[in-house]
């Protein structure tokens, strides 16, 4: 047991490190000393989130995390879809970023018994199985960089909601898959 917890805490340290980075990256550059066309891209990571990234209608041709994050050849644009969740925070405060979990997986509330307080944290899985089932997925400016707002709650998007998102591939290498996404459908009202 304890190289369970070992793990678990190896885990979770990659998966903040990680989203730390990303959400880092997106800081606002320093324009006192540059030109115009720096302060416009620095302003571009804090405007709001596009007019044309939620959709009302499904998206056709969804496959899940796992498939997707297994597939060596899948680069570009892909559709991916999964609950929102994984990790007691899925989404990063600040940055347009959050956590992607395989369908296949059972949250804590579909567990008989589990009193989770958080089912959307998936505790009760095994760390290879929650690196294994999740993706990042990041609303970017034109400069590639995490929007600086935040997305939680946002068209109904909240801890456990089924999501559908059309995007693309920017990472797909070491236990680590980012989608910058284009479009998102939200399912229906999450359980949180």
Wanted: overall charge negative; proline content about 5%.
């Amino acid at each position: 047991m304890p190289h369970s917890n070992q793990l678990r805490v190896v885990l979770f340290a990659t998966c903040v490190v990680s989203l730390l980075s990303l959400a880092c990256e997106s800081k606002p550059q320093d324009t006192s000393n540059s030109n115009e066309s720096t302060a416009k891209q620095g302003d571009d990571n804090t405007k709001s989130l596009p007019d044309d990234l939620f959709v009302s209608e499904p998206i056709a041709d969804a496959r899940g995390v796992a498939e997707i994050k297994n597939d060596e050849a899948a680069k570009g644009d892909v559709v991916i879809t999964g609950r929102v969740g994984g990790r007691a925070e899925p989404f990063v405060d600040g940055a347009a970023l959050f956590i992607l979990i395989d369908s296949k997986l059972k949250s804590c509330d579909q567990i008989h018994g589990d009193q989770c307080k958080k089912p959307w944290d998936y505790c009760c899985e095994a760390p290879e199985s929650l690196l294994a089932n999740t993706a990042t997925i990041r609303v970017t400016g034109a400069d590639g960089k995490p929007l600086q707002l935040d997305i939680k709650d946002e068209h109904g998007l909240s801890p456990l909601a089924m999501v559908t998102i059309a995007g693309t591939i920017s990472t797909n290498k070491d236990q680590q898959l980012v989608i910058d996404a284009k479009r998102i459908y939200v399912a229906g009202e999450s359980k949180s």
